[in-house]
């Protein structure tokens, strides 16, 4: 065992302390702080579009930018949505807003046109940034604004949206769209501000509080209209400064140095505000790496992505590699030449990674860590990881919370196998049973989490606020979980995922984990299909070897006396991708349209 435990749980509630110190400062102030200490440290790498941005230019492009939103009327409070793909202009634009109190709505760029048009109204924004983008993008732009087309030189009006006041394009789409006033291109846009408008940025900047809201981040939707999460700084900083190990019961029993990166020694009092709290396997009591580089893959609206690629290096003082899409190839060139050494994936770009064709032709052995999100991760897939990545680390947290759990190699082995994790410093948490009461130890509850990184509200969403975060402080996350004696966590799926058959609650979790171990499953996604006979019937969606593919009958095979009698699946949905939602995650919805349609039920 661990330090961490002292005495056994008799029940499913565990609070870990937290030793580090808080930061009390804004997100301005905070790039502020770390543009001074790392000036001419890269800050952002763009590996596809070949730009590398330092602490310092972040610092005075962004500044520039919000100089021209202050000089163009806009003010605390007020909200401006950007859609594209994770580029220079996409972060610029977001620490820029950050510096000036305005809101900026991330629009992902698959979001669907009525999601698009939906959340500009619902959340009244006052104006449009558009990020390079595919050209496919300029068909998608004139369906919601087609007044874009007109030539005119009249400032730019939309009838279905009254409050955008302007737009800004870059990349070949700023080419082909008329420019005209309110109409700017991104370059044009940013040499608006003054110095006097610059010097009022620094002084709003300079005025804003560390537990204002500063920060929006779209979450789920794969059942309705995605839902835009609220942070504080306070509470996005701190969040952010636990990723990678963020437990604090250890001394550093790696040296992360080992890649033959510089060490700094700083004293724990200054961890955040120096930029190393609790990286890869450091201690605050230790010396901790700052010079790491984490690759992140796609945009930035998952929680992984979310918190690490765009908020690491603020926090943390260490370079983030961007990519605009996710690419296993590019991913697998870019750990090599950038000589990453921690990276952060979903459990399908795991796969895909893995599945790089001659995979071990490129140079892993700067990675000392990689991180994967997701409830349900196969051990023969951890195993298979550290071919390339010897410190395997599971991690859990949502968009509301940030990481909250974590695995760390040098958790007992048979923790590690069973996929169990352990809540970081400063959270608290907790199994219920659907009364809300606090269930004994290794029962299976849902999990409720407590924490200082917990968002604040769903914009323009009191009802669905509530739902998720109730009076005391408690995050519902969903998600079924079992705390044994010692505190660990095992995840067990979703509960509104579960299946109910013959009046008996099935988790797809328990099928999911046995078709992963199936040589010539890549991806196992379960759901339940209506039957009027038995409420729902079993469904296994699968995306599979296109080579040798696996028969029904050797996938039943494969499960039986395997899992519970009752999950051997009836139907079996084979699939060449399997479809994503807004955000990131597997869309049993898509999934569970698909499957009815081709099965022809109800």
Partial sequence: MTKMATEKLTKSYLH??????????????????????YADKEMYVFYVDKERITFKQMKEQSQQFASSLIAKGYKKGDTIAIWGASHSEWLVTLFATMQVGIMLLPLRLQFPEPTVIALLKKHKCKGLILTRSPSIILKRVYQIFPELKDTSDNGFHCECFPDIEFIIISGTVSEQIP????????????????????????????????????????????????????????????????????????????????????????????????????????????SLLYDLKSARFGDAFSFVAFSFGMYAPLALGLTSV???????????????????????????????????????DYDFSSLDILTIGGSVIPFEMRQNVKKICKNVVLSFGMTETFET?????????????????????????????????????????????????????????????????????????????????????????????????????????????RLYQHPRVQVAVVIGLPDPRVGEEICACLRVDKVNAPTEEEIRQFCEGKVHEMLVPKYMLFVDDVPITPTGKFSRQKLTEMAIEKFQIG
């Fill in 179 to 286: 420019r005209r006033k309110c109409v700017y291109s991104y370059d044009e846009f940013m040499m608006l501000g003054s110095k006097a408008d610059l010097d009022n940025v620094n002084k709003i900047c300079m005025s804003l509080d560390m537990d204002e809201p500063c920060s929006v981040a779209f979450t789920s939707g794969s059942s309705g209209m995605p839902k835009a999460t609220v942070m504080s700084s306070h509470a996005l900083l701190n969040g952010v400064a636990n990723i990678g190990f963020g437990r604090e019961d250890e001394s550093l029993l790696y040296d992360l140095g080992s890649s033959g990166m510089p060490k700094a020694t700083v004293m724990s009092s200054h961890a955040l505000l120096n930029g190393v709290a609790n990286i890869g396997f450091g201690r605050e009591d230790e």
């Fill in 405 to 513: 759990l974590i695995s760390h190699p040098i958790d007992p082995v048979e923790k590690q196998n069973a996929a169990a994790m352990y809540p970081i410093g400063g959270v608290e948490a907790k199994n219920v049973d659907d009364c809300g009461c606090i269930v004994p130890v290794n029962t299976n509850g849902e999990l409720h989490i407590r924490t200082f990184s917990a968002f604040q509200y769903y914009m323009g969403d009191e009802e669905k606020t509530r739902e998720m975060k109730d009076n005391n402080g408690w995050i519902h996350t969903g998600d079924l979980g079992v705390m044994d004696e010692d505190g660990y966590i095992q995840i067990c799926g979703r509960k509104k995922d579960l299946i109910i058959k013959q009046g008996t609650n099935l988790a797809p979790a328990e099928l999911e984990k």
């Fill in 16 to 37: 870990v302390p937290r030793k580090q110190p808080f930061s009390g400062m804004s997100v301005g102030q905070q790039l502020y702080k770390m543009a001074e200490t």
């Fill in 322 to 360: 961007v990519f605009p899409k996710f690419n296993a190839e590019t991913m697998a060139k870019a750990i090599q030449d950038e000589r990453v050494t921690m990276a952060v994936f979903h459990i399908h770009h795991v796969h895909d990674l893995l599945n790089v064709p001659n995979l071990r």
